[in-house]
């Protein structure tokens, strides 16, 4: 006789709803006419992250005491239901970044595609919640592997196959860095819960223990190599070039959130006593990131590749916030999370319009004239690209003015120099991307459509980045209420 | 509707009608005489609130206060000074001379070219308006989005280096401004710069001064000047010199003296020289320079240090002057490029060597540069020649070497001027100057006239401004009280 917890299910109730639109789309692959498949997987999967929408928005409104359910093997607090919100409009403008732009070679597959997508935000949504080590790990995994076959979905292309292998080796390594070390947390503490590792901690007076510290260093690489932060960034240059770009859109942004938001959660809750090792370990992760984000994103000509780098850059500054560890220091991750999310989907979501009319991949040479071209994309990654760079014409600038804050607040002007630098360092490539979209006519250089004639109409894409461009332009006018849900969800970790 | 809320549309409806602009797919005609339509509307509110302006008073007016986050005690706060509103009243004049000039050419793009304009006034007299830190720097930064691209896309051969050259430079002194500006608001608990306190930190005061000396820009910080200046499209130089340069020079007022008077003092000598390397610097560049807007480009950097002078100085006469210099040296330089802009179309260049003789069959042309020609070598009677002499005044109270060094470089001045225009207006007819006339048309007049009559309007009574800046106690009472 096995003893069942009781279950909250209310509480998975984001992560039940996905899952069920994968399984709904899944099916949709053996039951519906090839021609419907690709509306129908579309439409199941809008509803399936409009519905996580709502039960996550719900859940954060219902859940002000913060508590674990499940056997205490999850929360049900505010951090994980706002991480949800945040996962789920990703996943959203995905579906309808996806519906146009999965190559329509791919139509006999494509419910597998939209499956995967749902079954991979489940996932995350899953990981962001979760409450002990266990959890985590069979979280990340669940995500991961949905990730590596997205990836891969190009199996024709070469460089979307090697995408998915590479992905796959290394990122097998950050997870097994990550069991190695919860397995040595365990060996030290004898606890899998996140609250009960802290208790152990204290009352057994294991702080600075070599074993519990080796195993915070390796969960803290293992946390690196999802949130592709230097120097466990190596695969994420190639991974995001070969994959499809509505995947790398969806991993750009998702995976940083729900990395960033386990991360945070994971050390205030349970290695609170190190907090001196581990925000000394992030500011030199965040460092290095910064450092070789920039400079290896100054070289680069091929878009994609460069706004890898970019990524890598921005978990730097990210990392800033984490590093600082305060609440301050949460509010402002949250807040960077949502402005970046929206600004790393939407500034990969123009490449793909741009990728899809050309045939190849987008070098700032090819780019050259798109924003006279296509006005509304042109302007829009004029924004994303304004925003990532820290000036004023979005949440990117209020954001990184959080995170500094929250860096000069712990102490460390330091940093708030380093970013400030690598903010410099970073304008002379966002620039370079503007540059070519609009000061160098494409007549210049030669290069037209491969289709010839008006591009083709992309209603849904314009939707998506639209959505995108809203929430980074909105963000700057209600850095208020933005900064209010952040703080509710902030205060449900321990400080 | 009431006078604060005039601040906040001063403001917003450019940004508003850019956006309006950008949407509505209007014809050529139609956007072009929207976009001016606008900026004069802009005039007519600061005219309005010039009229309810009370100059006796001290203190902030118009002012609007609202919440942006709370978290960090961070607000959208706005409200004029007296120099305030005369900075933002030379931007919105100079805008709307510059968008005319703009329309009167006809630039290509012209939905995006005016919606940037319109994007840029609105920026500007945000920069002149803010009263919170964290807004004024959002302002300031804004300003660079929409001159690099008008640089960048409307701009001469050379663009794409001087538009690197240009955001890198200002970019760089302005994120040592954010690190500053995050250092002071966290320190004192609020960004607000009313009810801010002073601050003795040295350091904080050299990273607001770097963004301000690089906007000014002073020697050694003007690197980017001359290819900026250059490769602009002439309005748009009118604008970077006569306007945006201003915004470096305010924030050393408001923010950088205001704010850090211990540092201020400790930093004179070093800001004072600095101001005069500028000045004789800029001047004797000016004097070598080959081209008409070589010459304003680089008397607009010797203003610069001349400005700093005065306000470095810290004496009643020299803030008047420089407040007054400000606003003169904006309207000269906007007149200036804006002429020179109406000599490249007639000869496509600007080039002294292909240039003379331009005055005969031109009475107009020539009228109107002789006499802003004359305004700007400051001769006596003139709105900069009041000018400077106050800022030498002020800066003779600090030690009398300044004020030497100052009116040797007002010599500089006549040579510079006088020779730009014998090598335009006078001298052998140049081989790219035509037979045929050619005299500024009644649009141009138009855009110039304007500016000159309120060059001259300033002439007959500098103390219009230089009176009327600071309220009725005098300006280094303000200044210690941070303007409260």
């Known amino acids: 006789m096995i003893n069942t917890p009781s279950v909250d299910w209310f509480s998975i109730s984001t992560i039940l709803v996905l899952l069920g639109a994968s399984f709904v789309a899944l099916l949709g692959a053996v039951l519906v006419p090839e021609r419907a498949r690709r509306t129908f997987a579309t439409a199941v999967s809008v509803l399936g992250f409009v519905g996580g929408i709502v039960t996550s928005v719900w859940l954060y409104v219902d859940s002000a005491d913060g508590h674990r359910v499940v056997s205490d093997a999850f929360y049900r607090d505010r951090w994980m239901a706002l991480s949800q919100v945040i996962l789920c409009g990703i996943g959203l403008a995905t579906s309808l970044l996806a519906s146009e732009q999965v190559a329509r070679s791919r139509d006999e597959h494509i419910s597998e595609f939209f499956s995967l997508l749902l079954a991979s935000a489940a996932g995350m949504a899953f990981f962001v919640g979760s409450a002990n080590l266990m959890v985590m790990f069979l979280a990340l995994e669940w995500f991961s592997i949905a990730l590596y076959v997205m990836c891969a979905i190009d199996y024709d292309v070469e460089g979307s196959l090697e995408a998915g292998l590479k992905y796959l080796v290394i990122g097998s390594f950050g997870s097994a860095a990550l069991l190695f070390g919860s397995a040595l947390v365990y060996g030290a503490t004898g606890h899998l819960g996140f609250a009960e590792i802290a208790s152990a901690v204290g009352s057994q007076g294991l702080s600075g223990d070599a074993l519990l510290v080796l195993g915070l260093a390796m969960i803290i690489a293992g946390l690196g190599f999802k949130s592709s932060s230097a120097p466990f960034h190596m695969w994420t240059p190639d991974v995001y070039e070969g994959a499809p770009t509505t995947v790398t859109a969806f991993m750009s942004a998702a995976t940083k959130v729900a990395a960033f938001a386990l991360a945070f959660r994971v050390l205030r809750t349970a290695f609170p006593q190190e907090e001196h090792l581990w925000s000394w370990a992030f500011a030199g992760i965040a460092v290095a990131s910064l450092a070789i984000g920039n400079l290896a994103a100054l070289v680069q000509r091929n878009v994609k590749r460069m706004l890898a780098y970019s990524s890598i850059s921005h978990a730097g500054f990210l990392l800033i916030g984490l590093s600082a560890g305060s609440a301050l220091g949460g509010r402002a991750l949250m807040y960077y999370l949502i402005v970046y999310a929206a600004m790393a989907f939407g500034s990969f979501a123009v490449l793909a319009a741009r990728e899809r009319e050309l045939g190849v991949p987008v070098t700032l040479e090819n780019l050259a004239g798109f924003g006279w071209e296509r006005p509304f994309l042109g302007v829009a990654m004029w924004f994303f690209l304004f925003g990532f760079a820290g000036l004023p014409l979005g949440g990117g600038f209020v954001a990184k003015f959080y995170v500094f804050s929250a860096a000069y607040r712990h102490g460390w002007t330091w940093l708030v120099i380093v970013g400030v630098m690598a903010t410099l360092v970073s304008l002379y490539y966002y620039l370079a991307v503007v540059r070519s979209m609009y000061m160098r006519p494409s007549e210049e250089l030669r290069v037209a459509p491969v289709a010839g004639g008006a591009p083709p109409r992309e209603p849904l894409l314009h939707v998506a980045v639209g959505l995108a461009l809203a929430v980074s332009v909105g963000s700057l006018f209600a850095v208020e209420p933005l900064i209010d849900l952040a703080k509710h969800a902030t205060s449900s970790l321990p400080f | 509707m009431t006078a604060s809320s005039l601040t906040s549309v001063l403001i917003w409806l450019p940004i508003g009608a850019a956006i309006v602009i950008w949407v509505l797919p209007l014809s050529r005609y139609a ?413 141009e007049l138009a855009l110039v006239v304007p500016l000159v009559g309120i060059l001259l309007a300033l002439s007959a009574w500098p103390a219009g401004i230089a009176g009327h800046s600071f309220g009725s106690e005098p300006p280094t009472q303000s200044v210690e009280a941070q303007f409260k």
């Open chain 2, 31 to 443: 956007t072009g005489s929207l976009a001016v339509l606008v900026s004069l509307v802009e005039v007519g509110i600061w005219i309005e609130q010039a009229a309810r302006f009370d100059f006796d008073r001290g203190g902030l007016q118009f002012s609007q206060k609202g919440a942006w986050f709370e978290d960090l005690n961070v607000s959208y706060h706005v409200g004029e000074y007296g120099f305030s509103l005369w900075l933002a009243g030379l931007t919105v004049v100079a805008m709307a001379a510059c968008v005319g000039y703009g329309f009167w050419v006809g630039r290509d793009r012209p939905r995006a070219y005016f919606g940037l304009m319109l994007f840029l006034t609105g920026a500007t007299v945000g920069v002149f308006v803010a009263q919170d830190l964290l807004l004024f720097y959002a302002f300031f930064e804004a300003m660079l989005i929409p001159l690099y691209v008008l640089v960048g896309v409307w701009g001469g051969p050379g663009r794409l280096g001087a538009t690197v050259k240009f955001v890198i430079y200002t970019m760089a002194g302005s994120l040592f401004m954010l690190a500053a500006l995050i250092v002071y608001g966290l320190q004192v608990g609020t960004f607000d710069l009313v009810d801010g306190p002073a601050s003795a930190s040295r350091w904080l005061f050299l990273g607001f001064m770097f963004a301000f000396v690089i906007k000014a820009p002073l020697f050694p910080f003007h690197g980017w000047l001359p290819d900026a200046y250059r490769e602009a499209p002439p309005e748009v130089t009118a604008v970077l010199s006569g306007v945006i340069a201003k915004a470096g020079v305010y924030g050393m007022l408001r923010i950088a003296i205001a704010k850090f008077p211990e540092p201020t003092s400790y930093y004179r000598t070093l800001m004072l020289t600095l101001g005069a390397a500028t000045l004789v610097y800029g001047s004797v560049l000016a004097f070598r320079s080959p081209s008409f807007r070589g010459v304003v480009a680089y008397s607009s950097l010797a203003q610069s240090g001349l400005i700093a002078i005065g306000l470095f100085s810290g004496t009643n006469l020299g803030y008047d002057g420089a407040v007054l210099q400000m606003v003169a040296h904006g309207l000269m330089s906007a007149a200036l490029f804006l002429i020179a802009g109406t000599v490249e179309r007639r000869t496509t260049t600007d080039e002294f060597a292909l240039l003379g003789g331009m005055a005969k069959g031109r009475p107009a042309l020539a009228t109107l540069l002789l006499t802003v020609g004359v305004i700007s070598l400051a001769v006596p009677g003139s709105a900069a020649f009041a000018g400077e002499f106050l800022i030498l005044a002020g800066a003779f109270q600090r030690a009398w070497w300044w004020a030497v060094i100052g009116a040797g470089a007002m010599v500089l001045a006549a040579m510079y001027m006088l020779r730009l225009i014998s090598a335009v207006l006078h001298e052998a007819r140049g081989s790219t100057v035509g037979d045929e006339a050619m005299d500024l048309r009644p649009g």
